[in-house]
């Protein structure tokens, strides 16, 4: 009776038969034992359609393709292809998807209505499959889930319901076009974070915190002239603010005072409401604030707005000073160091002009929250520099702070 073979080609002699021949055979079973249980073949496959694995019995080479361990798949696609095997065989591959070209790669058997495996068209990756042999018609090849499902240290993978503890993420987390979402930086010694809270029904919203020391803030820093939005609309944030003094809220001073005046310019349209301030001698205005308690206490700068009493050209020089009066404590007290700026006059009349900003003003007295802000804005009229011949109208003073805190609270 001559020999038969199993489905991965491994040869069954009958007793008596092969004589002279047991040790070379049973040698080349030994051989496709090892293919099976560890061997490696590499498998040009057909660049479109079906590819059909070969079984060589008696054979341990590597036209014995189904009776290896470990496949690996090659091919410039031209398009979506199968890989099939007998019927009959029942082994565990671990497959390797060397293909390029995006198509997908179905691993079955034959024929019959089993179920298969498939790479998608972008995966390249390595699967553990096992094929049953379940069944004489209809067998099934299962995907054991691990291979390309693995997480590796170099391989881009999508991670599903896996649980992070303490991660640590390098420079920045991408979104799923490989585009930067949120960069990471590193701070030697962090003890502060952030920290965020979801929140169930009914409850006010997710919360986002500061923790780590006893006093944290957040820091929100857009770029540039960037705003942080809040729902659409800008959040404010401590920065520059200002605050605009109309001439209307000024007086002139019982000594040297600038006088109050209105300008009608046409009957129905806008007047002005002004302090003016001689071009012969110098005079002064006073005003009062209780400055806003995001005021950080520092220096200020300050704009002015004017108007020309004629139409000379000629500069016009300003000054202001302040002082901060705390509660209880005396008003006669000086007024700090005036800081001057310059404007020349426009050339016509009822022009409103607008001076560059400033340089800093210290206010003298030591400012504090809830003083009492005097300042004194004079035209030096007696500086050979002034040299604008007519009233210099002023219309108001725009004052500018830095704020440290989002409110006055």
């Known amino acids: 009776m001559p020999s038969t073979y199993t489905s991965l080609g491994t040869e069954l002699m009958v007793t008596g038969e092969k004589s002279g021949q047991w040790g070379t055979i049973t040698n080349t079973n030994l051989q496709i034992l090892e293919q099976i249980a560890g061997g490696y ?18 054979a341990a080479t590597d036209a014995n393709q189904v009776g290896h361990r470990v496949i690996e798949l090659t091919a410039a696609l031209g398009g979506n292809i199968t890989v099939t095997i007998p019927l009959d065989v029942q082994q565990l591959y671990v497959i390797k998807n060397a293909t390029t070209n995006a198509y997908t790669v179905e691993f079955k058997y034959v024929t019959g209505s089993g179920s298969s495996v498939t790479w998608s068209a972008t995966d390249k990756g390595t699967k553990l499959i096992y094929a049953t042999a379940n069944n004489g018609t209809n067998p099934d090849i299962v995907d054991c889930g691990f291979g390309s499902g ?3 240290l170099t391989g881009t993978q999508t991670l599903t319901n896996k649980t992070l503890t303490s991660p640590k993420i390098g420079t920045n987390i991408l979104d799923t076009n490989g585009n930067e979402l949120i960069n990471v ?26 923790t780590g020391e006893t006093n944290v803030g957040i820091n929100v820093n857009p770029k540039g002239t960037g705003v942080f939005n809040s729902g659409g609309s800008a959040v404010k944030i401590a920065g520059t603010e200002t605050i605009f003094v109309p001439a209307q809220a000024m007086f002139g001073t019982t000594t040297n005072g600038a006088e109050a005046a209105a300008v009608e310019t046409t009957a129905t349209r806008p007047e002005l409401k002004v302090l003016d301030f001689d071009a012969g001698t110098a005079e002064y205005a006073q005003f009062s604030i209780a400055m ?3 005021w950080n206490l520092g220096t200020v700068t300050y704009q002015v707005f ?8 000629g500069n016009c020089i300003f000054g202001l000073q302040g002082v901060g009066v705390a509660n209880d404590d005396t008003a006669d007290i000086a007024f700090g ?3 001057e700026v310059t404007d020349a006059g426009g050339g016509a009349v009822e022009d409103v002009l607008v001076s560059g900003a400033s340089g800093a003003v210290t206010i003298a007295g030591t400012p504090a929250d809830d003083d009492y802000t005097f ?9 050979g520099s002034d040299t604008f011949t007519g009233d210099a ?3 108001g003073v725009k004052l500018f702070y830095t704020s440290d805190a989002p409110n006055d609270a």
């Open 185 to 210: 930086t590193a701070t030697g010694s962090a003890v502060n974070e952030i920290t965020i809270a979801n929140a169930g029904t009914g409850v006010t919203g997710p919360v986002i915190s500061a």
């Open 393 to 395: 109208r002023l219309l």
């Open 292 to 294: 806003p308690k995001s």
């Open 41 to 58: 073949v590499s498998i040009a496959c057909n660049t479109t359609g079906a590819t059909n694995l070969a079984v060589s019995d008696g």
């Open 306 to 313: 004017w108007s020309p009493g004629n139409t000379n050209t």
């Open 150 to 152: 693995d997480v590796t």
């Open 337 to 339: 160091t005036a800081v």
């Open 375 to 383: 300042f004194q804005i004079y035209r030096d009229a007696a500086d």
